[in-house]
């Protein structure tokens, strides 16, 4: 589930975290329109003791489409995100919303 604090580093962009339950997972990564897509784009950390992985990307405001890659090649949406869209390739992207603020709607 997508959180968001504002960077102070960075003022046009909003740190927001990225989280996914799965424990059997050896590498998880995100991508999305904000990496272009790329599936090594982004690494999550694992907690061995809980099996969540994790990740914080600067977003700029506005709207991004991703999701997460598990061991390279298993693409899947967010089941956290309350926004999906078809892909146009038979799959559903998430969708995040980000304002100047913080996450607006994930």
Do not use: C
Not at 11 to 36: H, M
Not at 76 to 83: E, F, K, L, N, R
């Amino acid at each position: 589930t997508p959180a968001a604090t504002e960077s102070a580093a960075v003022p046009s962009t909003i740190l927001v975290r990225f989280e996914l339950v799965a424990p059997t997972a050896d590498r998880v990564s995100l991508a999305g329109s904000f990496n272009d897509w790329q599936p090594d784009g982004v690494q999550l950390t694992k907690n061995p003791e809980t099996g969540i992985w994790t990740g914080t990307v600067p977003l700029r405001p506005g709207e991004h489409q991703y999701m997460f890659v598990i061991d390279g090649a298993e693409w899947i949406p967010d089941p956290d995100a309350h926004a999906q869209v078809d892909d146009g390739f038979g799959q559903t992207n998430s969708v995040i919303v980000v304002g100047p603020r913080g996450v607006i709607r994930s």
